[in-house]
């Protein structure tokens, strides 16, 4: 089954609400990022990410 991305934090999950922000996920989403250490990436700056985890690069 394919993951699906959470509209507000790009977090990867495979339900329709995203687990942290509660904000709904779609199945439409492009690459892919894995988050091991926030503090230092330059990606999860980016993106605002604050967590460690999987994330979509791009939602739709
Ligand atoms: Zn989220």
Same mark, same amino acid.
């Given at each position: ?9 790009? @977090?990867?999950? /495979? ?12 199945? %439409? ?18 993106? %605002?990410?604050?967590?460690?985890? /999987?994330?979509?690069? @791009?939602? @739709?």
């Amino acid at each position: 089954m394919k993951e699906r991305a959470c509209k507000e934090c790009n @977090r990867l999950t /495979k339900l329709d609400l995203c687990v942290v922000c509660k904000a709904p996920t779609s199945p %439409n989403w492009i690459g892919y990022v894995s988050i091991i250490d926030p503090e230092r990436s330059e990606v999860s700056k980016r993106l %605002n990410i604050s967590a460690k985890g /999987k994330y979509a690069l @791009r939602v @739709r």
